[in-house]
């Protein structure tokens, strides 16, 4: 009878090492299809750029570390790392959104980083967990789809931390480094004339210097159908203010002469000051607004009046 052979399950060091030499063979080739910048939904909407890329402004005294180890805790096992006090991460991108992926850490990683878009501060994060590989610390969507400028900043004084950043994903393309911030301008209706940010009137238009809850105390107003009111503006929306009364009636709006819509500034009791219109939100640049005074109104309104007491443009620019 034949002897059944005997399996030796103990694992010599060179069986481990070519176990693990296979392992990581296939880590490689992961490494080699899922780059530092590679779409990486279905979708083809999300894009993951790696802390390498030019387009990174880092500010302080930051070092690029690179174990070359394909099974690193961060993604193409490279990341930057800076003391946590002060460093910053500078970049554009247009879209809606951004996700910040880092890896946390139990000890040694920055407590604060603040988030500023646009020039305004919309968040903060840490980097203090559990350690594992790389993760999403910090996300925000719903962004104006546009260009943004994005700066984070660690603000965590204690001494022997880091500023550690690995990658970003964005539903758009990663840009140098330029400030963008959010302006605001008012237009009293006093303000016209036919250049950018002026306000043309049409026959038809009176002008009340005393008017109680008005901003400046006045405004400038029509109750005759047809009778129109146009302002070029520079930005990316803009928003008309006036007043409302049982007495006023409906208008047609109109941006870069196409129809958008009509608004009934009729209402039993007088308001001031009330955001009539705000257009959605458009390219940045030179656009024109058309308000018409319509020959007809709500039943419950005595006239068709229409009042402007401001205009408000909302523009972002580079700083």
Known sequence: MMKKPTINKTLTKETIM??????????????????????????GNLTVYDNPDSNFTYVGDWIYANTGLTYDAFWNADNMYAPADGSKVQFNFTGTTLQIYSQPYSYYRSERIQVTIDGEVVGEYHQFGTPR????????????????????????????????????????????YQPIEERTEMINDTVSGTGVNEISYSNGWSYHGAQSGAYQSDETYTNSPGSYFQVKFSGEQIKWYGAQNNTHGRVAIYIDEKYVTEVDTYQPIRSDQVLLYESAILAQGEHTLTVIVLPFKSPNSADRYITLDKLEVVGNYYQ
């Open 18 to 43: 070519k176990k693990v030499g296979i392992i990581a063979l296939l880590l490689l080739l992961v490494g080699t299809i899922l780059g530092p910048t590679e779409t990486i939904n279905a979708a």
């Open 133 to 176: 590989q790389s993760q999403m610390l910090y996300q925000i969507g719903g962004l104006t789809d546009r260009e943004h400028s994005v700066e984070l900043h660690s603000i965590d004084p204690v001494a022997d931390r880091d500023f550690v950043f690995d990658y970003i994903i964005i539903d758009g393309e990663l840009l140098p």
